[in-house]
């Protein structure tokens, strides 16, 4: 696992989970997401493609702003390297 990477990502999601400009549900999604990168007895590759899925729903989401779904596309690809890693 690449330390460094993983951490990147957990900022990411941070980030917008406190991003008050995009909706509620990709905020809440963005913590759930990022709760359970860190909890749950998982692989990493299992926790990244769950998490991958939740946050790809949200960016097709035609509410989210493209600030939003530039930060979500962000996220979405640094979590697929993390699962290859």
Do not use: W
């Amino acid at each position: 696992m690449d330390k460094q990477l993983y951490d990147e990502v957990l900022f990411l999601l941070d980030e917008l989970s406190q991003d008050t400009t995009v909706p509620r549900n990709v905020r809440r999604n963005a913590t759930d997401s990022k709760n359970r990168l860190m909890t749950g007895k998982e692989s990493l590759d299992i926790k990244c493609a769950s998490a991958v899925s939740v946050l790809e729903e949200m960016a097709n989401d035609p509410n989210v702003p493209s600030h939003g779904r530039a930060a979500l596309y962000t996220v979405i690809s640094k979590l697929e390297a993390l699962a290859k890693s």
